[in-house]
């Protein structure tokens, strides 16, 4: 089956911070592009960051530029997103992408910021 499946979300205190994992079934993320977006309630779905099957450049939203960063394990076949400095605004579930000629997203993730 062919899929991404996204976990670690939860609820954390402002300043705190989270990792996301999106582990794909089916082909391997290294093969394409993969991106994370998030989703607020009543907003539009956002991009958040990108890491490309060439070479592995990245590149990030001016919103969490410096304070999240995306990566990969090849041998997990997992995306990562570590999000650092977490603030209430980023409360939003949270999505993992695969990109390229066949594109589709996982079924999310809830990240709630609050103390």
């Known amino acids: 089956q062919v899929q991404v499946v996204e976990s670690g979300g939860g609820l954390v205190q402002p300043g705190g911070s989270l990792i996301l994992s999106c582990t794909a079934s089916?082909?391997?993320?290294?093969?394409?592009?993969m991106s994370w977006y998030r989703q607020a309630p009543g907003k539009e779905r956002e991009h958040l960051a990108t890491?490309?099957?060439?070479?592995?450049?990245?590149n990030y939203a001016d919103s969490v530029k410096g304070r999240f960063t995306i990566s990969r394990d090849n041998a997990k076949n997992t995306v990562y997103l570590q999000m650092n400095n977490l603030k209430p605004e980023d409360t939003a579930v949270y999505y993992c992408?695969?990109?390229?000629?066949?594109?589709?997203w996982g079924q999310g993730t809830q990240v709630t910021v609050s103390s």
């Open positions: 992408k695969r990109g390229g000629w066949w594109s589709f």
């Open positions: 089916g082909f391997t993320v290294s093969s394409v592009p």
């Open positions: 890491i490309n099957n060439s070479g592995g450049s990245t």
